[in-house]
């Protein structure tokens, strides 16, 4: 397997930069070329709008080589590991690496809990209660310091996230264009960082190929191609956090022999899941596990995943290498997902390593 991942050409390079232009410490590399853009143009605002699971093969299928988004297209980034949402946004969001602040995949274990718990809920996997330890746990552990808050802490520029949730949550697509436009032009610099959970929450649905993805897309194409039309002294970048592919779904408690060399359910992501094994039982699991799935998918140890830094670089998070499981499988070829009790059956889903999950676009306007 070549490990597509790189953290120098990556989401979290594009949080460097955008750090590096607000007078913030830059945690890794940079990139160069967009560097010399900030350097160049000297921007009043930019703007970083991130639409959830539109990776560039995703936006070369649905659009025509003329429409706002292909045309603008300038680069390829590629996300982190795992390509999903919980791993990328907290990268994007703070320009650290997963293996730094510690927001790994959907369901993470928690080693002060013996939990796998969900982030984005606050809940034990499968359970829609929140877990007030977790809570506590959070508060202590997960909280890296996001760029927009180090921005308004300093106080000479303005940031601010719009987001679809929270007290302030946009309501819909309009909602969250009205909200940049009030939210740009307050200072000498600003920073509005916006997300959008489409196309992705359609996308694990319908699928790639419906065509209501289409729609959904072409929407955020001619809309966002008219809110940078009526934007000046502004660089609006529009970026995924990774992109998607349809899987065939497999439900591993079909396979006993298989769960019973498991002491927690599986975790991180269906594409990419993650096993703590009982002890004693690590060759028979690796021997049960290769014999049902070595045609499409590889185990790593957990020194493995730590050596060839699959998380990244930097200062690992207090509980990253308590997070990890015994073994990961990530997978070589095709398009399988493995998923076991307290997973959603998904048509289209990502946190794997094939070309359609790990690429993103970055889209530019100059305005």
């Known amino acids: 397997m070549r490990f597509k991942i790189d953290y120098d050409n990556s989401l979290t390079s594009l949080a460097n930069s955008i750090r590096g232009?607000?007078?913030?410490?830059?945690?890794?590399?940079?990139l160069d070329y967009i560097d010399k853009l900030l350097d160049e143009k000297?921007?009043?605002n930019i703007v970083l709008i991130l639409l959830d699971g539109m990776g560039s093969k995703i936006v070369n299928k649905t659009l025509d080589e003329n429409d706002f988004f292909r045309k603008n297209m300038k680069?390829?980034?590629?996300?982190?590991?795992?390509?999903?949402?919980?791993?990328?946004?907290?990268?994007?969001?703070?320009?650290?690496?997963?293996?730094?602040?510690?927001?790994?995949?959907?369901?993470?274990?928690?080693?002060?809990?013996?939990?796998?718990?969900?982030?984005?809920?606050?809940?034990?996997?499968?359970?829609?209660?929140?877990?007030n330890k977790f809570l506590e746990v959070k508060n202590k552990y997960y909280k890296p310091k996001k760029i927009v808050d180090e921005i308004m802490e300093n106080g000479k520029y303005y940031a601010k996230e719009v987001m679809p949730f929270g007290d302030d949550g946009y309501c819909n697509l309009d909602d969250m264009i009205n909200s940049i436009k009030l939210n740009i032009n307050k200072k000498d610099k600003n920073y509005i960082y916006a997300y959008d959970m489409e196309p992705d929450s359609s996308m694990h649905r319908f699928g790639t190929d419906s065509s209501y993805i289409y729609d959904l897309i072409k929407e955020r194409n001619d809309k966002l191609e008219k809110l940078c039309s009526e934007l000046d002294d502004t660089i609006i970048?529009?970026?995924?956090?990774?992109?998607?592919?349809?899987?065939?779904?497999?439900?591993?408690?079909?396979y006993p022999s298989i769960i019973n060399c498991l002491r927690t359910n599986t975790f991180n992501e269906p594409?990419?899941?993650?096993f703590k094994v009982k002890d004693g039982m690590f060759d028979t699991f690796r021997k049960e596990f290769n014999?049902?799935?070595?045609?499409?998918?590889?185990?790593?140890t957990k020194n493995e995943i730590i050596d060839n830094n699959f998380y990244g670089y930097g200062d690992f998070h207090p509980l990253f290498e308590s997070s990890l499981g015994d073994f990961i499988a990530i997978p070589k070829k095709g398009y399988k997902s493995l998923i076991s009790d307290g997973d959603s059956y998904m048509v289209s889903t990502h946190g794997g390593l094939n070309d359609e999950e790990v690429y993103v676009p970055l889209i530019i306007a100059i305005k």
């Open 291 to 300: 014999k049902n799935f070595d045609e499409y998918f590889t185990l790593y």
């Open 271 to 274: 594409r990419c899941p993650m």
């Open 75 to 131: 680069y390829e980034l590629s996300s982190v590991f795992p390509t999903t949402t919980t791993a990328a946004t907290t990268s994007i969001r703070t320009g650290l690496n997963p293996a730094e602040h510690g927001w790994l995949a959907w369901n993470t274990y928690v080693e002060p809990l013996d939990k796998i718990i969900s982030f984005f809920l606050n809940s034990e996997k499968g359970s829609d209660n929140i877990c």
């Open 21 to 30: 232009y607000f007078g913030l410490e830059k945690y890794h590399n940079s």
């Open 237 to 254: 970048f529009i970026v995924a956090d990774h992109g998607h592919n349809n899987v065939d779904n497999i439900y591993l408690n079909d």
């Open 42 to 44: 000297k921007p009043k």
